[in-house]
């Protein structure tokens, strides 16, 4: 039995979901960020082994596992067993802002290589807003563990993407961008916000 079937018990009893982009932070005892990174190490020295690398005598290889075990377990994919980050909020003039770019860095759920790119945020805020560094935080929070919930009166995301999974391996095509966006709220249903949202970050690099 594996050293993290215990915690996936306690998901699992909780009817909580674990899938790669869900938070579990909340379900988490002291201690078990360390099982899961232990675990991790193991099943990377698993793969090294099963790929054919000399890591008794490769000094390159040594500490390998250790390294990328630690890379995703308190960097790469942090969000999902750290908890969001604070924000403070502050009145509001209930008009439209944007953000951006914000530098982002996630991982192919498919692949897992890098993928990394650029986030613009519009919002129009109900009675309060909260601080524009935090929406930096809120961004590398969710790009390490993508899935958060808002209620702000629109909400508008558009990420600009260069996918390692294409460029360094497959069809290794260097120029090609992936564009995703979201429109929620007010920029849903009000095509003149939308509108300006779009002309505010069309020169954006």
């Known amino acids: 039995m594996s050293s993290t079937h215990a915690i996936r018990e306690r998901l699992r009893d909780a009817g909580a979901s674990f899938a790669a982009n869900d938070n579990i932070a909340e379900y988490l005892l002291p201690g078990d960020i360390d099982v899961i ?4 190490e193991q099943h990377v020295q698993a793969v090294l ?13 040594k500490a390998t596992a250790k390294r990328v075990a630690r890379m995703y377990v308190r960097e790469v994919f942090a969000g999902r067993f750290e908890p969001a980050p604070e924000v403070t909020d502050f009145p509001s003039l209930n008009e439209l802002y944007t953000l951006g770019p914000i530098a982002v860095r996630s991982t192919c759920s ?10 613009w945020v519009g919002v129009v805020p109900g009675e309060k807003v909260i601080g524009i560094s935090k929406f930096v935080r809120l961004a590398n929070w969710i ?3 993508p899935h958060i919930q808002d209620l702000p009166k629109g909400l508008a995301v558009i990420v600009r993407a260069q996918h390692q999974c294409m460029i360094w391996r497959g069809v290794r095509e260097t120029d090609t961008i992936m564009i995703t966006s979201i429109m929620r709220g007010a920029f849903r249903d009000d095509r003149t916000l939308r509108s300006e949202f ?7 690099p």
């Open 143 to 145: 790009m390490s563990r």
């Open 198 to 204: 779009m002309a505010l970050i069309k020169d954006q």
């Open 37 to 40: 990174q232990a675990e991790v």
């Open 49 to 61: 082994e099963a790929l054919v690398i000399d890591t008794s005598r490769d000094h390159n290889t």
């Open 110 to 119: 498919h692949h897992l290589v890098p993928m990394t790119g650029r986030m």
